[in-house]
């Protein structure tokens, strides 16, 4: 779509102007039933529109779950583009970010006639920076032969490129090292001169936003704009009427990192490049910048050592304390306020240098922060990886900053998403974002659960700390997928588990094995799709976002109940937090987060009408435990089995149908 010659916000084509309420729009006579091919109208839906539209109409805030085939999307498409206010959507991921803009408003828009100003915006890290390539075609690390070969791709496309997304360019792995040398970044391009304005994508794709009625963006861009207008400068994202959630779940831990704060080896390694990059070219002869980039180099490798070879996740406090670690981060922080001298003397030479004291400075503050200000309401924690580590600062909550950046938009609020509730209640969603005064709706899936879809629940399985539980869901999985020939996504609540499975079922299984990690996901899924007999094995990502529609997928089997891991720092933060506050950690956080993902994870199964699939949950607390039933009650309605004879049975009719 080509926002440039969209009409204005108020220009609406002849005729074009469709009379109804929204829910009428999305009737079976509105005008979607004669654009759109096999449209059939939905209750469900036309219920979420009317309740979007009333809280957009009397600038409310809404909270509204819509299952699986409710059509959520165009439920807020619709009163959005037909209130004439100014509207900001934001989505979970880019991949998503590209679907709303690319494919699903077009589709609405030619449906209902209307073509306000409609702009995408992602971060700058999307964007391609034209000085930044020119510099990345001299730098020697480029001469790699892929890497070069990528550069040249690029620079071909930068030639004939409006936007400067760098979605475009398919032939470049978006996982390429080549990406974060030719990318707009907030460290070189802040500080563009009047002359470089004209033609920086990033700018021109602000200057859309800004004009246009419309704009869409991600959950990670919005609540980076949204900590900033906190500190009462946010500037990305223009003054709005409405603002549209969509994905909503996600967005608690996406606004913790924006209002936390991280320090890693990355940018430390990218200040000491960048330094020795600019003293070559802006002091040459300034050599102290040059040893002390170097110095830095080494400070940030022995910090790294000083947690010993093995990747952990931790707590500060379980290090802090450490010889090696306190003695190690205190040559860090020398090697920044040593570097930072002759960048601050040198800074007046060029803006490369002074974005280099700039960074510098903050990467200072950032240390200060994590080592010196023990601030209760922030978690400090750690992770190394294998050559690397990151410094975070995570709020115990968000609940108060998120409140306080809601109120200072003065608009109407739509969170929407296929799992926000718990056992029929938002309150877990709202307490998370600070959220008190609200309307909400919950519309279940159309698709008809109990004629096509059966959980089951397997006996004689072990608790899941029990040595044997892993070999009991393996069992479990080749009887359920002998029958179900393949066609079944296993999702599991652990890496280790995985592995586990995947050895013993490339050895035992008749069937092909696909496992998370061997290829691209968007590749995976669409080996499992065309393949139709496989059996997938994935992790956390593949328990939200994969849509495979039809009788390839017709089972979903997952080992346990998603409860986040107790060992994690951030997790144990926050239960001491909340017992500290006189507040149930399980019943309040833990539950709630584990029955959201679950949901999720049972998502994948029913795609369309005519789908049909057998649920498999192993873990025997679902029966055992009081508060199975919370998680029972938040899904869909389904009947419940447990024996394998009834899936047999379920199976076998499939295939007298056909």
């Known amino acids: ?165 760098i979605s475009e360019v398919l032939d470049v792995p978006e996982a390429s090292p080549v ?19 004209g033609g920086c994508f990033v700018q021109k794709a602000r200057k859309r936003a800004m ?47 924006f209002f936390g704060r991280r320090l890693s080896s ?28 170097s110095a830095l180099e080494k400070a940030v490798r022995d910090f790294r050592l000083s947690f010993g070879v093995a990747e952990k996740r931790g707590s500060w406090d379980e290090v802090s304390a450490d010889a090696n670690v306190e003695s190690s981060i205190e040559e860090l922080r020398g090697a920044l306020e040593l570097l930072f001298e002759p960048l601050d003397t040198a800074s007046v030479r060029g803006k490369g240098l002074e974005s280099c004291r700039r960074r510098c400075l903050a990467h200072i503050e950032s240390l200060e922060a994590y080592t010196d200000h023990r601030d209760e309401d922030y978690i400090h924690w750690f992770e190394t990886y294998r050559t690397g580590f990151s410094l975070n600062l995570t709020p115990q909550n968000v609940a108060k900053p998120f409140s306080q950046a809601l109120g200072q938009l003065n608009c109407s609020w739509v969170f929407t998403s296929a799992t926000l509730a718990v056992n029929g209640s938002f309150e877990h969603f709202q307490t998370q974002l600070g959220i008190e005064d609200c309307n909400e709706i919950q519309v279940d899936s159309p698709f008809d659960y109990k004629k096509n879809a059966m959980l089951y629940l397997p006996t004689d399985i072990p608790a ?45 299984s008749r069937f092909p094995v696909l496992v998370q990690g061997q290829m691209p996901k968007r590749e995976l899924v669409d080996a499992f799709q065309s393949m139709g007999n496989a ?73 369309d009408v005519s789908d049909r699939g057998v649920l498999v949950i192993c873990d025997p607390r679902l029966k055992t435990k009081e508060y199975g039933s919370t998680f029972i009650n938040s899904l869909p309605g389904m009947r419940i089995v447990q024996k394998q004879i009834s899936v047999e049975n379920f199976f076998k009719a499939d295939e007298a149908e056909q």
């Open 1 to 165: 779509m080509d926002e440039d010659s969209n009409p204005t916000v108020a220009h609406i084509i002849e005729g074009g102007d469709a009379p109804g309420s929204v829910a009428e729009l999305l009737g079976n006579d509105g005008p979607f039933a004669d654009c759109k091919p096999g449209f059939l109208a939905r209750a469900e839906q036309q219920s979420l529109a009317s309740a979007i539209d009333q809280c957009i109409t009397e600038s409310n805030i809404l909270i509204g779950e819509a299952g699986t085939g409710v059509g959520k999307t165009f439920a807020y498409l619709v009163p959005a583009i037909t209130c004439g206010k100014r509207v900001i959507l934001s989505t979970g991921t880019r991949h998503l970010q590209d679907q709303l803009y690319h494919t699903d408003l077009p589709v609405v828009l030619r449906a209902l006639r209307r073509y306000p100003k409609v702009a995408l915006l992602k971060g700058r890290a999307n964007y391609l920076c034209r000085a930044r390539l020119d510099r990345a075609m001299h730098n020697p690390a480029m001469r790699d032969p892929t890497l070069s070969a990528q550069l040249a791709q690029i620079r071909n496309w930068a030639g004939q490129t409006n936007t400067g997304d």
């Open 535 to 607: 059996i997938l094995l994935g992790t956390a990502s593949f328990w939200e976002g994969v849509d495979v529609r039809g009788s390839a997928l017709s089972c979903v089997i997952i080992d346990k109940l998603p409860f986040a891991s107790p060992g994690d720092p951030v997790l144990q933060a926050r239960i001491r937090g909340m017992r500290n506050n006189g507040v149930n950690p399980f019943v309040e956080y833990q539950l709630p987060k584990a029955v959201l993902m679950l949901k999720q994870g049972v998502g994948r199964l029913i795609r």
């Open 211 to 257: 004009d246009a009625a419309i704009v869409v963006v991600n959950h990670h861009l919005f609540c980076a704009d949204l900590a900033l207008k906190e500190g009462s400068f946010g500037e990305i994202l223009p003054d709005t009427d409405v603002v549209v959630i969509d994905e909503a779940h996600q967005l608690p831990d996406t606004a913790a990192i």
């Open 464 to 508: 899941p700390n029990d040595p044997g539980f892993d070999q009991a869901v393996l069992r479990v999985v080749l009887e359920v997928t002998s029958v179900s020939e393949g066609r079944a996504f296993v999702l599991f609540t652990s890496h280790r588990a995985l592995e586990l499975a995947a050895t013993e079922l490339k050895r035992s």
């Open 266 to 293: 990355r940018q430390l390694f990218d200040l000491a490049r960048d330094s020795h990059a600019e003293f070559l070219s802006e002091a040459p002869d300034m050599v102290e910048i040059k040893d002390r980039a």
């Open 179 to 197: 990406w974060s040398y030719v990318t707009s970044s907030d460290d070189f391009c802040n500080d563009h001169s009047p002359e470089d304005q």
